[in-house]
């Protein structure tokens, strides 16, 4: 059987049986996939389930056999219910990192952390789990990972999803910008979400604060991630193209001046995004420490759209050079 049929035969599994009970039990269909998925890992179905609906998804779930499937294969089906799912879902935070920035990222962190035979990430906005997974994919068992995110929803389906696959994550339920229950890690990975922090009396305690409305959600959490990254830690961050040149970016400056180098800026191909507001880079940081390397020059690339095979190469074999000469980790 092919990888595409795999994930298309899980897929209309998980979408149907979601279906079925968000229409019996009231739930969105993103709420319904949780309570699909927790059916699926712990292989059965609640006692409180009529019995049509009981006789509907043992149906469905004879379908598939999880252990003959890889990580990737369970994690495409469930991205594809989840942005199913997200298309009637109102919140603006609910939204995806697009797999060719997944897979792009797990090319970085791959870069960065050559040097070490295991270590630990943190995704301090980790939504339902997408690109962490996506990341985790590309490494074995050498990643230890956390997760934190606000949102109940997406928590729990980070956890399905995350434990469907097999990873060794612990997921959090809580305000990334309060204090967080993680110890200090190797590397943050992070699609920060943009917008405005509603806590100014939590928001006061960081460097970024403004003191004119709210901070901005995603200054926070830059601080806040090297807040909790050990001495000469690295930061992978998917921020807005506007993050230097918004009304709030000096205070963002003064305090990465103070803590961190920027080791590089990767402006996201035009394409990805529907409205070019929209769009987003990579901000590639590491905190100051004794191993803290401050480059001669930092990365600074535009990538071409990701289908643009020989333009793409070209710029990751000038990417690979960087890394040899200013950072020395390959």
């Known amino acids: 059987m092919s990888s595409l049929s795999n994930v298309e035969k899980l897929f209309t599994v998980i979408d149907q049986s979601s279906e079925r009970i968000k229409q019996e039990e009231e739930l969105t269909y993103l709420e319904a996939l949780v309570d699909t998925g927790e059916n699926l890992f712990h292989q059965e179905i609640p006692k409180d389930v009529s019995q049509v609906t009981r006789a509907f998804l043992e149906k469905e779930y004879a379908k598939i056999n999880l252990d003959t499937m890889g990580a990737e294969e369970i994690r495409k089906a469930f ?3 989840v942005l199913k799912g997200m298309k009637e879902a109102i919140q603006p935070h609910h939204a995806m990192t697009p797999d060719a920035v997944g897979l792009f990222v797990g090319y970085l962190v791959q870069k960065l952390m050559q040097q070490k035979k295991e270590f630990v990430l943190l995704d301090p906005a980790v939504g ?5 997974t996506t990341v985790l994919n590309q490494f074995g068992e050498e990643v230890q990972s956390f997760g934190v995110e606000v949102d109940e929803t997406l928590l729990r389906l980070a956890w399905i999803v995350a434990n469907l696959q097999k990873h060794n994550v612990e997921l959090y339920h809580q ?6 229950y993680v110890d200090p ?11 405005f922090y509603p806590g100014d009396e939590t928001a006061q305690e960081f460097k970024v604060f403004a003191e004119k409305g709210h901070t901005y959600a995603h200054h926070l959490l830059i601080e806040q991630s090297i807040n909790y990254l050990k ?7 998917l921020v ?9 970016a000096y205070l963002l400056q003064d305090m990465l001046k103070e803590r961190a180098v920027i080791l590089g800026m990767i402006q996201l191909p035009m394409s990805l995004f529907k409205q070019e507001s929209h769009a987003k880079s990579i901000l590639l940081l590491q905190k100051n420490g ?3 390397i401050k480059p001669k020059q930092a990365l600074l690339v535009n990538l071409p759209s990701f289908s643009k095979k020989q333009a793409m190469g070209s710029v990751m074999s000038q990417m690979n050079a960087w890394f040899s000469s200013e950072l020395k980790r390959s």
């Open 79 to 81: 991205q594809l219910a």
């Open 128 to 132: 339902s789990g997408n690109l962490l």
């Open 175 to 180: 305000d990334s910008i309060k204090p967080l």
């Open 185 to 195: 890690v190797d590397i943050v990975v992070s699609d920060l979400p943009v917008g």
């Open 231 to 237: 001495e000469s830690g690295f930061g992978v961050f």
């Open 240 to 248: 807005p193209n506007s993050l230097f040149s918004s009304e709030q």
């Open 290 to 292: 004794e191993h803290t």
